[in-house]
């Protein structure tokens, strides 16, 4: 079965210090594959999306994502952390044959010390 | 524009109840999602629409059941409300199957489950 795998639960890192959250997903096929925020008591934002082409995606509030489908990873990035992005980060992926429903990574939640 | 609001956003239910959580879109998509999400779990999907008068099960469907009478709501019940359905609950809805435009995402309703 296709799965999402996000390894790490929990990331504390100091603000500007860069950061690298991990995602592994586990199927044939190239997924379609996207980044979520979610701020405490709040719904879920979308950060970034890869479709098709560059494999470096761009999104917003300045974080990145590069696709390497040769270690099935979608990896978020950010340069220099802000102490508001502390939040839950969630990896998801879509399969075109699954009807794009989207299947979520357990979350990684990041701290960030002052 | 409100996005996809769902309500309510808080509920206290016995064991055994019945309640139904409303989703209400007002961007025209055709696609809309039901999740839950778990500590350690990330969301989990439970029902889905593809369009007006049709639903599918997700991952966690036994125990829920949904309705999508008109496009612009999505309905979700609980017809006898158990312990393990103490959750957050998230509604979401896409122009098309998700996969290759970004999902939206209501607030969240906390059900807690006594």
């Known amino acids: 079965a296709q799965s999402v795998t996000q390894p790490d639960i929990h990331i504390t890192v100091s603000e500007g210090a860069s950061l690298e959250l991990r995602c592994n997903y586990s199927y044939g096929a190239t997924p379609y594959l996207f980044w979520y925020v979610q701020s405490p008591g709040q719904g879920l934002q979308l950060l970034l999306k890869?479709?098709?082409?560059?494999?470096l995606v761009q999104g917003i509030k300045g974080f990145e994502a590069e696709f390497k489908r040769s270690q099935s990873s979608f990896n978020l990035r950010k340069p220099s952390v802000h102490w508001s992005d502390a939040a839950e980060y969630f990896c998801?992926?879509?399969?075109?044959?699954?009807?794009?429903?989207?299947?979520f990574g357990q979350g990684t939640e990041l701290s960030v010390k002052p | 524009n409100a996005g996809v609001t769902q309500t309510p956003k808080f509920r206290v239910l016995k064991t055994g109840q019945s309640m139904t959580l409303l989703c209400a879109q007002d961007m025209n998509h055709e696609y809309m999602y039901w999740y839950r999400q778990d500590p350690g779990m990330g969301l989990r999907l439970i029902h889905y629409?593809?369009?007006?008068?049709?639903?599918a099960k997700g991952e966690v469907p036994d125990g829920y059941n949904v309705s999508r009478l008109k496009k612009q709501n999505f309905l979700l019940g609980l017809e006898s409300a158990a312990p393990s359905q103490t959750s957050v609950y998230f509604c979401?809805?896409?122009?098309?199957?998700?996969?290759?435009?970004?999902?939206?995402f209501g607030q969240g309703t906390r059900l807690t489950v006594v």
């Open positions: 998801a992926v879509a399969f075109y044959n699954q009807g794009g429903k989207l299947i």
């Open positions: 979401a809805s896409s122009y098309n199957q998700g996969f290759s435009t970004e999902a939206f």
């Open positions: 629409s593809v369009g007006e008068g049709t639903t």
């Open positions: 890869y479709f098709s082409g560059d494999t």
